[in-house]
């Protein structure tokens, strides 16, 4: 659209131009009428082709110029000062948008367009490209080694502590999270542990020595410091590597990213087989578990949710379970076996299952045995299940029934500070 006033042309500026993912950017424009107001727009496409858009306007000073890491927005899809709000606070152009997770299947680049308006002119678009597999990252595909998992490590250097990443429930594997820890000086290795063939279709029976196969490979490894391995796992993933870590004391450190104090009933039960039947099994033998037995109100409550195409969220019923006392000791994870630091990840809008509590009750137990390792669990307001790295589209909306938890500014804060809490921990134990 031509400028009426050929005498006003915006500038906008986006820096840098081509970041890390995980790498907050700047963003300022200039040349505008004092006091102007100005609408600047972002856009993307995930990778199931869903158009992505977030605004917000924006009123210059006397010198006409607007610094977004500085100033509130007038009105827009965000309402804080923040640089990257108009990243995080991108919604779907979908009729459910607020029931929609960006998706982000793979560690190719993610390009962000950026233009500027104001009455009558739009400005030429801005292309940014956030990357996960940086330069200086290579990836290798492990197969045939007892397990199936994807390394992304340092290309020089080393021997760098290794890291294994394990998923949860959705199985998708942690790749993106992993080519930004291997961009920060760490061998990163996502795990798969279910859902493709040879391995359990299910999250059921899933046996500990396929975690401690891959745990000795990784140690074998020339670019890893073998004394220096961490798990880090999401949900179901972080009960798995907090249950694995205090198994067998080559794990050094664990992170646990909305985790379970217990072991529980596996997911995945069909109907012709709906035996109930532990997550885990150590020496062939099921490991004790929680059993989920949802209540016939719970079971009208999915119906329910499900007849309107919402989703279910599964927070009541996991507290259901804990009033099945009998269960409760022997299903819970010993952490205290545990030979290192331990950081615990929460929301504490987690509808996915009560995630803040069971950190305190980890906590509570390690403070009980006396622990003698690092041991920290930080807690979000406003965050729910779906904490990770940062700086992505999370329109979680309380208002529509989801499953996960938390708004968009609580889970876009929670997803930026605990992943700098990462960074910080795994520095901080290996300096």
């Known amino acids: 659209m031509k400028n009426p006033d050929p005498n006003q042309h915006i500038e906008m500026r986006v820096e840098p131009l081509q970041a890390q993912a995980d790498q ?34 924006f009123q210059a000073n006397a010198q006409g110029i607007v610094q977004l890491a500085n100033q509130r927005p007038l009105r827009g899809t965000y309402q804080q000062r923040d640089p990257m709000g108009l990243i995080w606070s991108m919604y779907p152009s979908n009729d459910k948008q607020d029931l929609t997770l960006f998706a982000k299947k793979d560690v190719e680049p993610l390009y962000i367009y950026f233009k500027a308006e104001i ?50 429930s959705s199985g998708v594997s942690k790749d993106q999270e992993a080519a930004l820890l291997a961009a920060h000086g760490y061998n990163a ?3 798969t542990y279910f859902g493709v063939s040879p391995l359990p279709i299910s999250l059921q029976e899933i046996p500990l020595e396929y975690f401690k196969r891959a745990i000795d490979w990784l140690r074998s490894r020339s670019s890893v410091q073998p004394t220096q391995i961490v798990l880090l796992g999401l949900s179901k993933g972080a009960e798995a590597a907090l249950l694995v870590a205090a198994t067998y004391p080559e794990v050094k450190a664990v992170i646990a990213y909305a985790p379970s104090a217990f072991v529980h009933q596996g997911l995945g039960a069909t109907a012709e087989d709906s035996r109930e039947r532990s997550s885990w099994t150590y020496r ?48 819970t994870i010993a952490v205290e076996k545990i030979r290192g630091p331990i950081l615990i990840l929460s929301g504490q809008d987690d509808q996915m299952w ?7 009750m980890i906590d ?40 996960y938890g938390g708004t ?24």
Do not use: C
């Open 119 to 168: 009455a009558g002119y739009t400005s030429d678009e801005i292309r940014h490209k956030r990357m996960f597999l940086g330069q200086g990252v290579r990836r290798e595909r492990v197969e045939g080694e007892g397990f199936i998992g994807t390394l992304y490590a340092p290309e020089v250097g080393g021997p760098y502590p290794g890291i294994i990443l394990l998923s949860g």
């Open 284 to 331: 062939g033998k099921q490991l004790p578990f929680l059993p989920y037995r949802p209540t016939a109100a719970f079971q009208e409550y999915i119906t329910k949710q499900r007849q309107a195409g919402l989703p279910v969220a599964f927070r009541r019923a996991y507290m259901e379970s804990l009033q099945n006392q009998p269960y409760l000791l022997p299903a």
């Open 189 to 191: 290795l996502t795990l």
């Open 24 to 57: 907050k950017i700047d963003i300022q424009l200039s040349r505008l009428a004092p006091y102007q107001e100005v609408t600047v727009t972002a856009s993307t496409r995930d990778d199931s082709g869903m158009l992505w858009r977030s605004t917000a306007t």
């Open 364 to 403: 509570e137990r390690l403070t009980k045995y006396q622990y003698p390792y690092l041991h920290q669990h930080i807690s979000y307001a406003d965050a729910g299940h779906k904490i990770g790295y940062p700086y992505m589209p999370t329109t979680i909306d309380q208002a529509r029934g989801n499953a």
């Open 354 to 360: 009560p995630s803040t509590l069971f950190g305190e």
């Open 408 to 431: 968009p500014a609580g889970n876009a804060y929670a997803t930026e500070q605990s992943w700098q809490a990462v960074l910080t921990f795994l520095k901080l134990i290996f300096s």
